[in-house]
T-cell receptor
Framework: GQQLNQSPQSMFIQEGEDVSMNCTSS?????WLWYKQEPGEGPVLLIA?????ELTSNGRLTAQFGITRKDSFLNISASIPSDVGIYFC???????????FGGGTRLMVKP | DVKVTQSSRYLVKRTGEKVFLECVQD?????MFWYRQDPGLGLRLIYF???????EKGDIPEGYSVSREKKERFSLILESASTNQTSMYLC???????????FGPGTRLTVT
């Protein structure tokens, strides 16, 4: 099946720092989604991307759909303690409504 | 707001037991999904359903079955639970031809 490599696996940063994470695929995706999961909860959708090159923001979060359609990036500016959680990318290829998920980036923020 | 609920947040079962995990969504979504989540492996699709009584295998269906008798409800069944099925189970739903999935809070299942 399709594989999504998400990096880094974990990050421990100081409050106020900017954060970058990315996902890469061995095949082309038509949709990229970014989710955040807080401890003990299910993932919550943050941003959805539908076109190559698309750049979309949601507050301090910005995500981009890579031009090659094989990658996507998520940036968080001026991190705060409530940004703590696991961030997942998910991509949709040509297989109907199914998504492939990355392994997640665990973000820890030190106040 | 979309609401996806799961019947239990925590469940402990013994090896060999039959286990039912229930998921209900209140937004009239056509598609429903069951995933398991294990550290470092992300979310892996077990089964999904795009209509009542319809089901499709995902990436890891072995050891699981599903049932969708009503549009709002999607059940995951472990016919004979094994310790390697200890995991977090997440249910999700989405409207037809919309790729954004909405997740429930998860059920953490421990099989001893």
């Amino acid at each position: 099946g399709q594989q999504l490599n998400q990096s880094p696996q974990s990050m421990f940063i100081q409050e106020g720092e900017d954060v970058s994470m990315n996902c890469t695929s061995s095949s082309i995706f038509n949709t990229w989604l970014w989710y955040k999961q807080e401890p003990g909860e299910g993932p919550v959708l943050l941003i959805a991307l539908y076109k190559a090159g698309e750049l979309t923001s949601n507050g301090r979060l910005t995500a981009q759909f890579g031009i090659t359609r094989k990658d996507s990036f998520l940036n968080i500016s001026a991190s705060i303690p409530s940004d703590v959680g696991i961030y997942f990318c998910a991509g949709r290829g040509n297989a109907g409504n199914m998504l492939t998920f990355g392994g997640g980036t665990r973000l820890m923020v030190k106040p | 707001d979309v609401k996806v609920t799961q019947s239990s947040r925590y469940l402990v079962k013994r090896t060999g037991e039959k286990v039912f995990l229930e998921c209900v969504q209140d937004m009239d979504h056509e598609n429903m999904f069951w995933y398991r989540q294990d550290p470092g492996l992300g979310l892996r699709l077990i089964y999904f359903s795009y209509d009542v009584k319809m089901k499709e295998k995902g990436d890891i269906p072995e050891g699981y079955s599903v049932s969708r008798e009503k549009k709002e409800r999607f059940s995951l069944i472990l016919e004979s639970a094994s310790t390697n099925q200890t995991s977090m189970y997440l249910c999700a739903s989405s409207p037809w031809a919309v790729y954004e999935q909405y997740f429930g809070p998860g059920t953490r299942l421990t099989v001893t």
